[in-house]
């Protein structure tokens, strides 16, 4: 038998096959897919610092073993740098993702503004369960820090 006859000899890939060649690629060029829907994460994820801050400053924990391992080691800072990454982490798969298919992308990017609403609904549950049960006195250090940001958002603090 010839090899020119033989059809499992014959090295061309099939014409219809995906490679990783034919992944999207993505370019800081681009214009993102769902900006509406990132403006509303990358806001709740802000909201989701701000509370936790807040709630800690009334003398609640931090719930996520995660966060509060982060933020045990690096405070504040270390709490920013997990969230904004992570924040950063799920643009770029919602990005990945819409380009292959456009509705998986943007359900993806809605479900990530949904699970974003729950720590701060939750957070907001708990300030509204302190004030009503008579919280502890809030730590001064973290009053004074919140405060501090409060002021460089141009938000004062009224006595």
């Known amino acids: 038998m010839n090899s020119q006859d033989n059809p499992f000899l014959k090295l061309e890939p ?25 403006v509303w994460f990358v806001f709740l994820a802000a909201m989701d610092i701000m509370m ?11 719930a996520n073993v995660l966060a509060h391992w982060f933020l045990a080691r690096w405070g504040l800072q270390g709490l920013i740098g ?4 992570s924040v950063i982490f799920v643009v770029l798969i919602c990005e ?11 359900n993806l990017a809605r479900a990530a503004v949904a699970l974003n ?15 009503f049960a008579g919280p502890e006195e809030p730590d001064e250090a973290v009053v004074s820090a919140v405060g501090s940001a409060l002021a460089l958002g141009g938000v004062a603090l009224g006595a």
């Open 52 to 62: 936790t801050w807040i709630v800690l400053a009334f003398g609640g924990r931090e």
């Open 96 to 106: 990945v993702v819409g380009r292959i298919r456009d509705a998986a992308g943007r």
């Open 117 to 131: 609403v729950l720590p701060v609904l939750l957070a907001f549950l708990q300030l509204l369960i302190n004030v």
């Open 82 to 85: 997990l969230k904004f990454a």
């Open 14 to 38: 099939p014409a219809t096959s995906k490679t990783l060649t034919a992944l999207p690629k993505l370019s800081l060029l681009q214009r993102v897919r769902y900006p509406n829907l990132y």
